[in-house]
């Protein structure tokens, strides 16, 4: 298993609606979620960060943290086209080891 | 400049030259970290360093030479590479700690001919 996983994709959505990508999680020390949006030929570049259960809301993303469940989601509404990328879960344990996902690839059809 | 730079951003280089890469952070962290990302490949971790101190070693070739003069510093030093190892090499910084992002540079694209 793991430590990090995501679904690969690629996950396609018309313009407009809501893309939800979902990351789960091997270790129960982890303390520290992020998301990260890479576009194709490009570095990372953090998009959200969480640290407690529950959501939190910045802009049209929304993620959300269930420790319980070690699972972690982010979701884009009123999703365009330029947000078609490529999206990295990361998770810190709290020694401070960051692990990334594989990245789910979001398409988003005009 | 601001956060973290790489130089250079494209290198073309043969199996049997040495190069380096470098990278730069300004953003007063204490941890560095190189990456590895083949076309349409996940992120491979290879080399973190916390407090100038190599903390983790993925299994990677020793053809690959990692430095860290001072804390806003890192260099990969290449040599005698492999075509399969063409690929995006990324830099990343971060303050040391579970709770801290990590801030990437723009790469270098390798190209191993």
């Known amino acids: 298993q793991k430590e990090v996983e995501q679904n690969s994709g690629p996950l396609s959505v018309p313009e407009g609606a809501i893309a939800s990508l979902n990351c789960t999680y091997s270790d129960r020390g982890s303390q520290s979620f992020f998301w990260y949006r890479q576009y194709s030929g490009k570095s990372p570049e953090l998009i959200m960060s969480i640290y407690s259960n529950g959501d939190k809301e910045d802009g049209r993303f929304t993620a959300q943290l269930n420790k319980a469940s070690q699972y972690v989601s982010l979701l884009i509404r009123d999703s365009q086209p330029s947000d078609s990328a490529t999206y990295l879960c990361a998770v810190n344990t709290n020694a401070g080891k960051s692990t990334f996902g594989d990245g789910t690839t979001l398409t988003v059809k005009p | 400049e601001t956060g973290v730079t790489q130089t250079p951003r494209h290198l073309v280089m043969g199996m049997t030259n040495k190069k380096s890469l470098k990278c730069e952070q300004h953003l007063g962290h204490n941890a560095m970290y190189w990456y590895k990302q083949s076309a349409k490949k996940p992120l491979e971790l290879m080399f973190v360093y916390s407090l100038e101190e190599r903390v983790e070693n993925n299994s990677v070739p020793s053809r690959f030479s990692p430095e860290c003069p001072n804390s806003s510093h890192l260099f990969l030093h290449l040599h005698t590479l492999q075509p399969e190892d063409s690929a995006l090499y990324l830099c990343?910084?971060?303050?040391?700690?579970?709770?801290?992002?990590?801030?990437f540079g723009p790469g270098t694209r390798l190209t191993v001919t």
């Open positions: 990343a910084s971060s303050q040391q700690g579970g709770s801290y992002e990590q801030y």
